[in-house]
């Protein structure tokens, strides 16, 4: 259900997610100048586990957070994690949007949201009806993030499910 929005610009964030000043520095540069084919903006997630940034394992994975109001829409299937899909062009900001869940610091409450993690999108993966051509939306080896993300997942979900998780891993 759509919630009305009376501002030109969308920034999506999660309860654990925070703006750093470098990034509010580039936000405020590049909207005044986007041209209007620019509908979204792709900006670096820094993960923060246990007080410590994380440095690799794909933990500064560019995300579409950023993005002109009705020019973008939510990927239902993508659950639980939310991915939006946006109408036009896209540019990237160079600045850091640090996730820190401070929760994590407790190792069980971390283990008990990761099973709870798993076993959702298990259930999606189950439920998921077999479509020929994979998820909905654009997909390039060589596109934006999200679109390199679709390619794979239309390769991926070609594969008999028995083949997928040694391969996974």
């Given at each position: 259900q759509a919630v009305p929005v009376a501002t030109d610009w969308v920034l999506a964030l999660?309860?654990?997610q925070?703006?750093?000043?470098?990034?509010?520095?580039?936000?405020l540069t590049?909207?005044?100048?986007a041209p209007p084919e620019v509908a979204g903006y792709y900006v670096e997630r820094q993960f923060i586990f246990r007080g410590r940034r994380l440095r690799w394992g794909g933990c500064t994975r560019p995300m579409l957070k950023l993005f002109r109001t009705g020019r973008a829409c939510c990927d239902e299937q993508e659950a639980p994690d939310h991915r939006f899909l946006v109408h036009g062009a896209v540019a990237r900001l160079q600045a850091p949007l640090l996730e820190d869940n401070r929760n994590e610091f407790d190792l069980r409450a971390w283990v008990q949201k990761q099973r709870g993690y798993a076993q959702r999108l298990a259930d999606n993966e189950w439920r998921r009806p077999p479509r020929p051509g994979g998820p909905p939306g654009v997909s390039r080896p060589f596109g934006t993030p999200d679109e390199r993300v679709l390619?794979?997942?239309?390769i991926w979900v070609r594969l008999p499910r028995h083949v997928r998780p040694p391969l996974y891993f």
């Open positions: 999660d309860a654990d925070r703006v750093t000043s470098a990034l509010r520095d580039r936000i590049a909207l005044p100048a390619w794979r997942k239309r």
